[in-house]
């Protein structure tokens, strides 16, 4: 992979910097119940929800599983007990192998590195800062209610990137529709659960971050 023409690439957060899908699976069927059957049907369900934002989740969640509408203030319930869990479960999570030499290397190239993620910012900077992420970050923006295609947008204008000069590394279709939607190309990770299948106009799947970058030659 050519890196001469990118001069920013952005990283989703979970499942691309942070192995921590499993465990954020985990930790949404525990902000809906304590019954382990119910929990594992519900994180079932949510490793199929990639790249989707955590109010979205929650929503499907309820509609798919549950089956019943929410009670009254059951979402924001349901919002400040995950945003505990997922706190301390992506705080556990190991960080993806090779990921800051694949910062610090993208650093020599002078390629601004952006964390664009689902997870509410201030979350987000407490749970990198905790990985020692954020010093290896150039730009960090977080999301939540809102889908990751308005995030990438509102990136892309803030900065004023061109997004012929960006690159987007994702694991979800929602990473994939975002960057397609903003004229960004997209690099898929993937460890084997098919998510990309019969998806075009992507580089990968890669099995995860350092597949790409052994390809991209910054290991």
């Known amino acids: ?7 920013v690439c952005i990283f989703d957060v979970n499942g691309v910097l942070i192995d921590s899908n499993l465990a954020n699976a985990r930790a949404m069927g525990q902000a809906f119940t304590d019954n ?9 369900f949510y490793l199929t929800l990639t790249g989707i934002d955590r109010g979205e989740k929650i929503r499907r969640v309820q509609a798919q599983v549950i089956q019943r509408p929410f009670a009254e203030n059951e979402f924001e319930l349901r919002w400040e ?10 705080s556990m999570a190991p960080l993806a192998v090779d990921c800051k030499h694949i910062l610090k290397a993208l650093a020599k190239l002078d390629i601004t590195r952006v964390a664009l993620s689902n997870t509410p910012l201030n979350e987000l900077r407490r749970i990198l800062a905790g990985k020692a992420l954020e010093p ?10 809102w889908p990751k295609t308005d995030s990438l947008n509102h990136l892309l204008d803030e900065f004023e990137f061109s997004p012929e000069t960006c690159l987007f590394i994702g694991d979800g279709k929602g990473d994939l529709w975002a960057a397609r939607a903003a004229g960004v190309s997209f690099v898929a990770i993937d460890p084997s659960t098919g998510e990309f299948d019969g998806e075009h106009g992507l ?5 995860n971050l350092a597949e790409w970058g052994r390809q991209a030659g910054l290991i």
């Open 1 to 7: 992979m050519d890196l001469t023409k990118v001069n």
């Open 36 to 44: 382990p059957l119910m929990q594992e049907q519900i994180a079932r």
């Open 81 to 90: 007990k995950l945003k505990d869990l997922t706190g301390k479960s992506m």
């Open 136 to 145: 290896l970050l150039d730009i960090i923006r977080g999301g939540g209610n």
């Open 203 to 207: 580089n990968g799947p890669f099995a």
